[in-house]
Nanobody
Framework: QVQLVESGGGLVQAGGSLRLSCTASGRTFSNYAMGWFRQAPGKEREFVATIVRNGGDTYYAESVKGRFTISRDNAKKTVFLQMNNLKPEDTAVYYC?????????????????WGQGTQVTVSS
């Protein structure tokens, strides 16, 4: 089992920045690729970003590319999502997820463990 706890969400004005963190406990963190997803009210959960086990490769949704950066610190068992130039359409609950594989994709079904989510609200 892997337990994931997100933090860092909040209310920010458009154009602002937030940094989300997700700290893991349980099994060896470095065995898992990590991802961030988000879900806005009335919408399906969507992929945001993913990072491979050693942090050497990342992949982003087109909607956040160039504005968001995913990173990880395996020694601290933590994955981060730096969000810059936030837009009102980024408002959602953000979830981190862990996949027991080297390179997961963009589908939520490819991830094995999920955090409880953290709310991000961007005002216009």
């Amino acid at each position: 089992q892997v337990q994931l706890v997100e933090s860092g969400g909040g209310l920010v004005q458009a154009g602002g920045s937030l940094r989300l963190s997700c700290t893991a406990s349980g099994r060896t963190f470095s065995n898992y690729a990590m991802g961030w997803f988000r879900q806005a009210p009335g919408k399906e959960r969507e992929f945001v970003a993913t990072i491979v086990r050693n942090g050497g490769d990342t992949y982003y949704a087109e909607s956040v590319k160039g504005r968001f950066t995913i990173s990880r610190d395996n020694a601290k068992k933590t994955v981060f999502l730096q969000m810059n130039n936030l837009k009102p359409e980024d408002t959602a609950v953000y979830y981190c997820a862990a996949a027991f594989r080297q390179r997961p994709g963009v589908r939520s079904s490819e991830y094995d463990y999920w955090g409880q989510g953290t709310q991000v609200t961007v005002s216009s």
